[in-house]
């Protein structure tokens, strides 16, 4: 079985601060990893994915992630927060495999609140 | 604009009765989704299609029924079976493909039961 674990429900930074929001993973074999963000009553909204190659993906809104195949993390940063990157934010992870119909497991979540 | 609509975003129901939620694409996706959204527990998926007249259960499908006679359209109804409906319900879609696509998500549709 697969899993994801977001250790932390609510992230506090300054803005101007850098961020970062955790995730690790377990999963047979090699993982697809994702991050989405979800913003109040709205659905999810994709950010970045690793597949394979580098480890330090880069995605939307100035937001990165890096893959830790050791650790089995999928950590994502920003240099610098902003106040509107306050948010529900989910990692999820999928078997790599040849078939697109592998099943996606998100994370519980964690609420990034950036303080003026 | 392609997307995924949800309608309606807020809906109320009695407990027993029977509801159906909307989910409608114009991203010529094939496969389709149903999530269900409680506080602390992430999304949890109920149903998925990869193809028309086909589905397959995900891991909370007791209580609810969805049909896919359509490629736009993938209906979820939630039963009078379903214990604790109560939930934000999230559709979304993608490219069935080999490869590693992302979900395109609705804005979900609000349920409340009393």
């Known amino acids: 079985a697969q899993s994801v674990a977001q250790p932390e429900d609510q992230v506090n930074v300054a803005e101007g601060n850098p961020l970062t929001v955790k995730c690790t993973y377990s999963v047979s074999g ?14 999810l909204q994709f950010l970045l994915k690793y597949i394979t190659g580098d480890n330090l993906v880069k995605g939307s809104y100035g937001f990165e992630a890096e893959f830790n195949k050791s650790q089995t993390s999928f950590h994502l940063k920003k240099p610098s927060a902003l106040v509107s990157d306050s948010a529900l934010y989910f990692c999820a992870v ?3 495999s040849n078939f697109g119909n592998e099943k996606l497991t998100f994370g519980t979540g964690t609420r990034l609140t950036i303080i003026p | 604009d392609g997307g995924i609509t949800q309608s309606p975003k807020y809906l109320f129901r009695k407990e027993g009765q029977n509801v159906t939620l909307s989910c409608e694409q114009n991203l010529n996706h094939d496969a389709m989704y149903w999530y269900r959204q409680d506080p602390g527990q992430g999304l949890r998926l109920i149903y998925y299609s990869q193809i028309v007249n086909d589905f397959q259960k995900g ?8 049909s896919r006679e359509k490629k736009e359209s ?3 109804t939630v039963t009078s079976a379903q214990k604790n409906p109560t939930a934000f319900y999230l559709c979304a ?5 080999v490869g590693i696509s992302p979900l395109h ?10």
């Open chain 2, 93 to 97: 879609s993608k490219d069935y493909e």
């Open chain 1, 30 to 43: 090699n993982p697809y990893l994702f991050w989405y963000v979800q913003y109040p009553n709205r659905g």
């Open chain 2, 105 to 114: 998500f609705g804005n979900g549709t609000r349920l409340t039961v009393t």
């Open chain 2, 59 to 66: 891991d909370i499908a007791e209580g609810y029924s969805v």
């Open chain 2, 74 to 76: 993938f209906p979820l």
């Open chain 1, 94 to 96: 999928r078997r790599r």
